[in-house]
């Protein structure tokens, strides 16, 4: 953020507990809730954006089971003053 000129910038890390019942939800969570993630889907077209959700069902069956899937998200957050 300094390099794009804001002055008192602040980073930190947020979390936030997440639980969904299934692959299904939170597949829909995941396609519908970030623009880029739609803009990216899109560009795969049907059949990359099919077989990436095959792909990530079988790594979630693996990992968590038939659900609840539990997990924790972080995202970085920044914030500035526009010199």
Not at 21 to 44: C, H, I, N, R, Y
Not at 52 to 77: C, K, S, Y
Request: zero cysteines.
């Amino acid at each position: 953020m300094e390099a794009a000129e804001f002055d008192e910038v602040e980073v930190k890390l947020v979390s936030r507990d997440l639980s969904v019942a299934s692959f299904d939800d939170l597949w829909a969570m995941v396609t519908t809730g970030a623009p880029p993630v739609k803009m990216l889907l899109e560009q795969a077209g049907a059949a990359g954006r099919t077989r990436l959700q095959d792909t990530l069902g079988r790594i979630v069956e693996q990992r968590f089971g038939g659900g609840p899937i539990q997990m924790t998200n972080v995202a970085t957050v920044g914030r500035g003053n526009v010199r």
